[in-house]
């Protein structure tokens, strides 16, 4: 763990990086967020003082969260360090899968989010009734038709 102070603007992290680490906001505040493929930037929480900020990633991952200091800060950086945490594994698949929920709703269509859906919950599609899944997603149940016979025109064409 180590102290630092950071000046309002500077890029803590930048998405792709390797070894990313837990920020605990002293003073100050941050915040993470996410640039689509089109450019668009979506933020996904706000931290300040006496919040902890981290993408959800395991260390050896590379991160999908930007964070940056919005005000000149003082911070506690801590290397992320799963072994201090019995069982983390489970509870780190739960914290990945509902950030990129979060940033997928902010920033993905409909037909991306349900192939997010079929590549996380595979073993489930089909015990889960549509209507679930469509609230799930954050559409109708029409829309999830719509769009399900989008990709199935999309795969086999």
């Known amino acids: 763990m180590k102290k630092i102070t950071v000046t309002k603007g500077q890029i803590l992290q930048g998405s792709g ?3 990313s680490k837990i920020y605990f ?16 930037e979506h933020i996904f929480m706000f931290a300040p003082e006496d919040w902890t900020l981290a993408d959800s990633v395991s260390p050896e991952a590379p991160s999908e969260l930007f964070i940056q200091a919005l005000e000149d800060s003082e911070i506690v950086v801590q290397e992320k360090k799963l072994e201090n945490i019995s069982n983390a594994e489970p509870l780190v698949k739960r914290i990945d899968v509902l950030q990129r929920r979060v940033i997928m709703l902010m920033s993905s269509s409909a037909i991306e989010r349900y192939e997010h859906f079929i590549e996380t919950y ?14 799930y997603l954050g559409v109708t149940p029409e829309t999830l038709s719509a769009t399900k016979k989008d990709l199935y025109k999309k795969s086999a064409g």
């Open 25 to 40: 906001v002293k003073s100050g505040l941050l915040r993470s967020y996410s640039i689509d493929k089109k450019g668009k």
């Open 17 to 19: 990086e390797l070894n």
């Open 122 to 135: 595979a073993d489930i599609v089909q015990r889960v009734p549509q209507r679930m899944i469509a609230s």
